[in-house]
């Protein structure tokens, strides 16, 4: 569902832009009593900026959240390919390129599902050849990326990370990311980027949606991969202007 495009396309590029612009440590230096309040000067460049213009973006994964990421970064100046993990892709729009010549841009975001295509698919050996000051994203699934090489990766070379996916969540207390010393290196949000008010909105009035056309017996998309039979309809006592509610994603209405 298309619910959450938006959502994870905006916070995909608020973790970029966090990492890439140091908001984290810049933002605790401007609140901090002992920080700009004691500057001699009036501006602080402890940590790097670096900007999106120019640098080379690779979407992997170029579906519906991969197509938004990529406008997206062309508006930001990027020079935007992309690499189809299946292969079919075939995308006029943008330039199509291997794996190997993923590997070498200057920023790599993934938005693909986890299948027999992209299982461990940033192995070591990929990992090993990413490019010196490279930023490798994650707004797909946990287990298309070697967790414990990015983490050891992360403290060996210049390499940044943002992942707001894992293979098992929530992470464990031991995790190899939560041991990485170069933290500024390393942005990890627990599984947000689908969880905008408006994208959970959406989500709960798409479910209210398709309980409403199952109940007058149509196969909504919720349903229309299974074999619902229109004499065993569920009995269910919702009415127009019925409110359906979820403790986390929100409310919506019977139509």
Known sequence: AGYS???????????????????????NYGKNSDGWAKSPIFVNLDRPIFELSGKKFCVVG????????AKIAQAFGCDVCYYSTSGNNLNPNYKKVNFDEALKCDIISIHAPLNENTKNLFDANALNQLK???????????????????AQIIDEREIYFVTDVLEKEPIRADHPLLKVKNKDRLMITPHIAWASVEARKKLIELSAKNIEDFIKGSKSSLFEKFDVRADKKPELNFAPGDRVSHKKFGEGTIT
Do not use: H
């Not at 916070?11 to 984290?24: G, H, V, Y």
């Not at 490798?136 to 414990?148: A, H």
């Open 132 to 150: 010196d000051g490279a930023m490798l994203v994650n707004s797909g699934r946990g287990g298309i990326i070697d967790e414990e090489k990015i």
């Open 62 to 69: 170029l579906g519906t959240i991969g197509l938004e990421i």
């Open 5 to 27: 495009t938006n959502s994870v396309a905006q916070q995909t590029f608020a973790n970029i832009l966090a990492l890439r612009n140091s908001t984290s440590y810049y933002e």
